[in-house]
């Protein structure tokens, strides 16, 4: 091994697909800055479990900060300003965050990048998401922007079809996904966390989803 073997700038982005970019750990650097920010919209919002239209509790603990929310009960799935829990509107999305977003959004290819919801998704070890697509944003020209935190995931990356087959990505601490254009409507799942402590988040994972929803 010589010294310019090292990977000494860390990993680099990888393209998993036309208009999906993996950007591995481009979030570790504001982690902290992005915990201090996440409290006070927890406190305000805190995480809750939503009910599918069909009835059913989802396993991932949720909430929202950002003028639009997304939320799920019997009338169906959508984005609404109003936190049903509290009757008031979704925390303000924190600089810190949108900022992050844009940047990272910009490096896929996706400039000008202005979301105006941050879905905050929460699993303990054992939680899963099974396969979906996202379709209750207005504009799919617009991307979304993921920033995992916290224990490991593997993420399923799949076709247009619900039928394709998936693509097992790994996600850690501090990885940002940034997919658009003609792989927005991909479907897409979780798989079941596995039990783990992580050193800063503990027996969690958080996943943060940028999106322009209105
Ligand atoms: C690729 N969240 O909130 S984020 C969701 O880790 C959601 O909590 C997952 O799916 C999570 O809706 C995955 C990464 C992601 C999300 C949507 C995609 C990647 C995607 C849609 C198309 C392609
Ligand atoms: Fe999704």
Redesign the pocket.
């Known amino acids: 091994m010589i010294q310019s073997d090292l990977d000494l700038f860390g990993p680099q982005p990888q393209r998993l697909a036309s208009h999906?970019v993996l950007l591995p750990g481009f979030a570790l650097g504001e982690v902290e800055a992005l915990l201090d920010a996440l409290r006070p919209v927890l406190r305000a919002a805190p995480l809750r479990h939503m009910h599918t239209p069909g009835g059913l509790r989802m396993a991932?603990g949720l909430s929202n900060c950002g003028a639009l929310g997304w939320i799920s009960d019997e009338q169906g799935y959508r984005y609404s300003p109003v936190d049903p829990l509290s009757g008031q509107p979704w925390p303000d999305l924190p600089p810190v965050l949108q900022a992050l977003a844009a940047r990272a959004a910009a490096l896929a290819g996706f400039d000008g990048f202005l979301a105006d919801a941050c879905?905050i998704?929460h699993y303990l070890p054992g939680t899963r998401?099974s396969l979906?697509q996202?379709r209750d944003e207005r504009d799919y020209d617009q991307p979304?922007v993921?920033i995992?935190l916290g224990l490991p995931?593997v993420?399923l990356?799949g076709g247009l079809q619900r039928s394709a087959q998936s693509r097992r990505i790994p996600?850690t601490h501090g990885d940002v996904?940034v997919?658009g254009g003609e792989?927005?409507?991909?479907f897409?799942g979780?798989l079941p966390i596995k039990p783990g402590v992580h050193p800063r988040l503990g027996e969690r994972r958080i996943?943060l989803?940028l999106r322009k929803a209105g």
């Open positions: 999906t991932v879905l998704n998401l979906h996202d979304i993921s995992s995931a993420f990356f996600l996904l997919w792989d927005r409507l991909r897409h979780v996943n989803t």
